[in-house]
């Protein structure tokens, strides 16, 4: 078994977050699914397989070793990051979600939804990322 970082393997930056190279499309989001650490990998694939049953069109990136989730390829509704003890979800206009994620940011609209090993509350989760697609999406 080969560790992070090895030749096939990514490496894992601060908190656990692993270093993937920036792309479009499901492959480098997959690539980081599959480096994510211990119980965080099965959070991602949570966080994921949701995205996808609730917005089947959902376009998908790496940028900043950060996977993104958005309606066409230039704007996000959110993203996906590592911590040490927890799965940053980033909603960009996620104080205008129904209630909003409680965690807030430096940028009024954004907000965070930090998950912890314990669990994603999936039926909260699918009802932001529903609410999500139906706001412009965060254009970077």
């Known amino acids: 078994m080969m560790t992070p970082g090895e030749a ?14 920036k792309g ?3 492959g480098p989001v997959q690539a980081y699914i599959d480096a994510m650490p211990g ?10 397989r949701i995205v996808e049953r609730e917005l089947p069109d959902v376009k998908k990136a790496v940028k900043w070793n950060t996977p993104f989730y958005g309606p066409d390829g230039t704007h996000w509704y959110l993203s996906v990051h590592c911590f040490t ?3 940053r979800v980033t909603f960009f206009n996620g104080s205008r979600l129904s ?5 807030t940011s430096k940028y009024p609209d954004v907000r965070y939804y930090d998950v912890p090993e314990d669990g994603l ?14 706001l412009p999406g965060e254009k970077l």
């Open 121 to 134: 509350d999936e039926d909260q989760f699918a009802d932001w990322v529903r609410q999500a697609s139906h």
């Open 85 to 87: 003890n927890f799965v």
């Open 39 to 48: 119980w965080k990998q099965a959070i991602g694939r949570a966080i994921d």
């Open 99 to 103: 209630p909003p994620p409680e965690k």
């Open 24 to 26: 479009d499309g499901d």
């Open 8 to 21: 096939g393997n990514p490496k894992l930056l601060s908190g656990g977050n692993p270093q993937i190279p």
